[in-house]
């Protein structure tokens, strides 16, 4: 019988099923990693899979105008970036991204 894993070990397999999630990876996949990598079968996959969900939806369950400003703050960094190294194409698209969810070329 395999030694029960402590909660300390299980986090970590957790969240190694968030990176996965977040890396598009199926359910049947992150299962079989599961299995291959822990030796833990189907339910328990299960059970890691919707902690790591519910982790997934605590991060993005900011409101709609948090989540808009840290994109938009994203943004200028990529611009700034793309200024910098000579991009200025990859800066107009970040600019014209930008411009959209606060509807600045609208009826342009």
Known sequence: MAK????????RRIHTVVKLLSSAKTTSYV???????????RRTAERYLAKAREIIRADYSVERSDFLRTRLALLDEIIEASIRCKQH???VGALKLQAQPTRLLEGS
Not at 31 to 41: H, K, L, P
Request: proline share 0%; net charge negative; with cysteine.
């Open 4 to 11: 029960k894993s402590d909660k300390a070990e299980i986090d």
């Open 31 to 41: 299962c079989q990693y599961a299995s291959d990598e822990w030796g833990v079968d």
């Open 89 to 91: 194409s990859n800066a």
